[in-house]
């Protein structure tokens, strides 16, 4: 695969994860996710899952298996996110390592092909489903409501990478990349 097919989300979607709808994973044919945390389910300060994704996961169970892999260290942390969620986690993933996505994905017993993966992240989070395989879906960061303004350093050097590689990264819309899940 080139760096342009590894980096492009098959969906892009214009908001945070709570955007994404049990409608889209059964047009997509996706019967189960693989979770991102840090900035994707909640932002890097939290330590608590907020009502609103409390809902979109028990709205989400019922369509799809879901598993957390994050690259965070902090069994801390992340163990305290995912019980509140009452999800499986896997910490330390170094994605985009496949390693511990893989393992997420076998305890699913799905084929690959109808798990997504959901991050924030392109060079992490859909670089790592993308060589396993997967449906990638990137969203956008989920931000800290107490702070007003903040800017994404990171991903903003990933989105000018990326479209150097001749990745298209249409700002604020849904992009289908490669399946045509309907």
Not at 2 to 19: F, T, V
Not at 29 to 40: F, I, P, R
Not at 69 to 86: D, M, T, Y
């Amino acid at each position: 695969m080139s760096w342009d097919e590894l980096l492009q989300p098959d969906l892009i979607l214009g908001g945070p994860i709570l955007s994404l709808t049990p409608e889209m994973l059964q047009q997509y044919n996706l019967k189960g996710l693989v979770l991102d945390v840090d900035e994707t389910l909640v932002p890097n300060s939290s330590t608590q899952a907020s009502e609103a994704l409390l809902l979109w996961v028990e709205q989400i169970r019922q369509v799809a298996d879901l598993w957390l892999v994050s690259n965070n260290l902090s069994k801390n942390r992340i163990s305290k996110i995912a019980k509140s969620l009452n999800l499986p986690y896997l910490l330390a993933a170094r994605k985009p390592s496949r390693q511990k996505i893989r393992q997420a994905v076998e305890a699913m017993q799905l084929p690959v092909e109808q798990v997504g993966m959901v991050g924030d992240r392109l060079f992490t989070d859909v670089l790592a489903g993308n060589r396993l395989g997967m449906f990638t879906i990137l969203v956008e960061p989920m931000v800290d409501p107490a702070v007003a303004v903040r800017s994404f350093p990171i991903r903003t050097i990933e989105v000018l990478l990326s479209q150097a590689f001749g990745v298209s990264l249409p700002a604020k819309q849904q992009n289908l990349k490669k399946h045509d899940r309907s």
